[in-house]
């Protein structure tokens, strides 16, 4: 068969992993969530006898990024377990593929005396 | 002193259960190589890699029923630039460390080309353990598979990766295979 | 508003670009076999071409306000992501399998044989970085080099050249005379 068509075949677009989209989501969401102005950050100071509100408003910002932390923190570590789950797999396959091209020398070697 | 020695006992008997893990690193080697691959996965990285290896990729899923009963793969292999780079002894090292239940099974002695040893441990009619030793004048490839191998399913692997099979009746089984897939 | 612009609002394009995260997500569907497998071509190792894919999306929508139109799209990830493969490939690890070790294989080739195809990618995986990523284009993405050239920024005969010598190496390797 001609080469080209060996490498269209060899270099056809193959499916992103499952849950793409969803992890790519999930860091779009973040980037957004960064870029939109925080409801505590406002520079127009507040007038006299609001605090209590200011106290609540900061604790809700507090209580938001302790959680925002926990997610994200959680979603970091599934991305490392995943970067570690993805190159675990190469290695199977690359320590497999040379545990059998070994073997595959040592079985032809027999395979010749037989034959002879 | 008495539960100390029943302690001892236990755990010499209970050592032949376990399949061995040969030490395979020797820095010095690792050195001096040009390219060297590494692969060094223990028990829960190999289930974690289980988990990442594609069902529905034919090679993949075989490649995990293979490592599904392993507890270990290690492999060391180092290139070099010039022959007779790498102390030699180094693969005595490694056959020093196998234990009576090691048996060889295959030799390939080659004055120009490879030199390749398999040897098995074999816990009764059970297999527990692979070592490859593969001693090139520029090459130096060591692979420790540590679990119970199941050789059928190893042996097909191979096929699939246009390895040909041993036997001349296992040719014969994958023929009738490929015909019933047609 | 008219029907033609309602239409045109409901692209998903268009509403990506007004800020709808939905709309977002099916351009992420239906482009990331393209973009993961450019860079998984390129790199040969699934992990690192995840990573390249996730980074190009993000600077997607980043730049959605830049984006024209889909075929303007297209180009634009084709780009990045050749891009970003290449800027990548200086921090990358060594290579586990390198050009050479490839032995030879067999011209006569079955028509769909998995060793071939998996030879093939490791031995695109050893050639030179443009090499590599020109061929991805040309034969994953069937562009020509008169396209190829404005994604890489090259002239379009260096397209060529690297094109000519990357099949001239491969032929030589698979012995494909």
Redesign the interface.
């Known amino acids: 068969m001609h080469l080209e068509d060996n490498l269209k075949r060899a270099l056809a677009r193959q499916s992103a992993p499952d849950g793409f989209a969803e992890r790519v989501m999930n860091a779009v969401n973040a980037v957004s969530a960064e870029a939109r102005p925080s409801p505590g950050a406002s520079r127009h100071p507040l007038p006299e006898g609001e605090g209590r509100g200011i106290r609540r408003g900061w604790r809700a910002i507090a209580a938001g990024l302790v959680l925002t932390a926990v997610a994200g923190g959680w979603a970091a570590e599934k991305a490392i377990e995943r970067r570690e789950g993805e190159r675990a797999r190469e290695e199977v396959l690359v320590a497999l593929h040379i545990a059998s091209a070994k073997v595959r020398v040592a079985q032809q070697h027999v395979h010749e005396i037989g034959s002879h | 002193m008495r539960k100390f020695a029943i302690l001892i006992f236990l755990a010499a008997l209970a050592a032949p259960l376990h399949a061995q893990r040969l030490n395979l690193d020797f820095p010095s080697i690792a050195e001096r190589a040009s ?1 060297s ?1 590494d ?1 060094t ?1 223990d028990g829960p ?2 289930r ?2 289980a ?3 594609d069902k529905s990729d ?3 899923q075989q ?1 995990r029923d ?2 599904k009963s392993l507890t270990g ?1 290690y ?1 060391h ?1 180092y290139e070099f630039e010039h022959e007779g780079e790498y102390d030699r002894s180094v693969v005595e090292k490694v056959r020093a460390q196998l234990g009576p239940s090691w048996k060889s ?2 030799t ?1 002695r080659s004055r120009v080309k ?1 030199n ?1 040893d ?1 040897y098995l441990d074999m816990r009764g009619e059970n297999i527990a353990g ?1 070592l ?1 030793i ?1 001693a090139e004048p520029r090459e130096l ?1 060591l ?1 420790n ?1 540590v679990g119970p191998i199941d050789l059928d399913r ?1 042996a097909s ?2 096929g ?5 099979h ?1 036997s001349k009746g296992e040719r014969e089984k994958d023929k009738e295979k490929e015909r019933k897939h047609e | 508003m008219n029907a033609l612009t309602l239409a045109e609002a409901e692209t998903p394009l268009e509403r990506a670009r007004s800020g709808d995260h939905d709309a977002f997500a099916e351009l992420v569907e239906r482009h990331e076999g393209m973009v993961f497998s450019i860079a998984l071509h390129f790199f040969d190792d699934r992990a690192r071409a995840e990573e390249i894919a996730q980074d190009v999306f993000l600077q997607l929508y980043r730049s959605m306000g830049e984006i024209e139109t889909d075929a303007h799209l297209l180009f634009w990830l084709r780009q990045v992501t050749s891009r970003r493969c290449i800027d990548g490939v200086r921090r990358a690890r060594m290579r586990l399998v390198s050009f050479e070790d490839i032995g030879e294989v067999p011209a006569k080739t079955h028509a769909a044989d998995p060793l071939l195809d998996r030879k093939l990618q490791k031995l695109i995986a050893g050639l030179p970085d443009h090499q590599r990523i020109i061929v991805t284009l040309r034969y994953q993405e069937d562009l020509d080099p008169s396209e190829i050239c404005g994604i890489v920024g090259m002239p379009v005969n260096t397209v060529k050249s690297h094109l000519h010598r990357a099949l001239v190496a491969l032929r030589k390797k698979l012995g494909d005379h």
């Open positions: 390219e691959t692969v996965l990285m190999l974690l890699a988990k990442f290896l034919h090679d993949e490649a293979i490592i793969i492999v292999s099974m295959v390939v490879e390749v398999i692979l490859v593969d490839t692979v598979l190893l692997l191979e699939e990766f246009g390895i040909p041993f």
